[in-house]
């Protein structure tokens, strides 16, 4: 019974590594993905979304089989939620995984899983911030997601370690209301600490197309217009134009 059972658990690690080995042929991968969904086990279901952290050599097969394993996971529907957020824990990208996500959980469901991913993508700095960033990227585009919601959840990522997360959450914040979205993000343009070029013509950007009211914050705003991103913007009845 033990030995049969070691047997079993050996040759779904070795299905596991066919479908996830990015040299093979995809015919091979194709089979051991197939392999994977008919078995349905929480443990093979974590093994197709492994799928989702290799690209394989060819561009196209690559997409066509993440899509793939996307579909046969919402096919699932339930059953696959345990195995997707197992999966999510570790992974270093989570694009894939959440729009699986957000097909098969319900509204309460979505957001408390995408809560504990937030938890655990405290700001600051990480060697790999692209988990975060598809979090942001994710959630901005989240339809069922309230202004509120995100305002609050990315406000933290505006002033991260990291210049392409700061981007993610501002972008992320663009066409919300303007009056959520003016304070996290005059506060970002007025630090000192903000040397980003980028970053600083991203926020006024945002700011003038938005039309987001600067309140009693006007004439600090005004006066980090400096430079290149002077030449560019101005404030004018306490909202940032262009020139």
């Known amino acids: 019974m033990v030995f049969g059972l070691f047997s079993?658990?050996?040759?779904?690690?070795?299905?596991?590594?066919?479908?996830?080995?990015?040299?093979?042929?995809?015919?091979?991968r194709w089979g051991a993905l197939e392999k994977l969904k008919d078995d349905?086990?929480?443990?093979?279901?974590?093994?197709?979304?492994?799928?989702?952290?290799?690209?394989?050599?060819?561009?196209?097969?690559?997409?066509?089989?993440k899509h793939w394993?996307?579909?046969?996971?919402v096919e699932k529907g339930p059953a696959a939620l345990?195995?997707?957020?197992?999966?999510?824990k570790n992974a270093e990208q989570l694009a894939?995984?959440?729009?699986?996500?957000?097909?098969?959980?319900?509204?309460d469901k979505v957001l408390a899983v995408?809560?504990?991913?937030?938890?655990?993508?405290?700001?600051?700095?990480?060697?790999m911030p692209e988990r975060r960033i598809d979090l942001l990227r994710w959630f901005s585009e989240w339809k069922p997601a309230t202004d509120d919601e995100v305002?609050?959840?990315f406000t933290p990522y505006v002033t991260d370690f990291d210049e392409n997360v700061r981007f993610a959450a501002i972008d992320g914040m663009a066409h919300r209301a303007p009056d959520k979205i003016?304070?996290?993000?005059?506060?970002?343009?007025?630090?000192?600490?903000?040397?980003?070029g980028r970053i600083k013509r991203t926020i006024a950007e945002v700011l003038e197309k938005a039309k987001a009211p600067l309140g009693d914050q006007a004439a600090a705003v005004a006066a980090a217009l400096t430079g290149q991103l002077g030449d560019g913007f101005k404030v004018e009845g306490a909202l940032i134009k262009k020139r």
Request: net charge negative; glycine share 4%; with cysteine.
């Open 40 to 65: 349905g086990t929480d443990d093979a279901l974590v093994g197709l979304c492994r799928r989702f952290s290799i690209t394989s050599m060819k561009g196209v097969e690559d997409e066509q089989e």
């Open 114 to 127: 995408a809560d504990e991913l937030f938890a655990s993508e405290a700001p600051g700095y990480v060697r």
């Open 151 to 153: 305002v609050t959840r």
């Open 182 to 196: 003016a304070p996290p993000l005059i506060a970002a343009l007025l630090r000192p600490e903000e040397e980003s």
């Open 82 to 88: 345990a195995p997707v957020v197992r999966y999510m």
């Open 96 to 107: 894939f995984p959440l729009r699986v996500l957000e097909r098969i959980a319900d509204r």
């Open 69 to 73: 394993v996307v579909d046969a996971l």
């Open 8 to 28: 079993k658990e050996k040759a779904l690690q070795k299905t596991i590594e066919k479908a996830t080995n990015k040299l093979a042929q995809q015919p091979d």
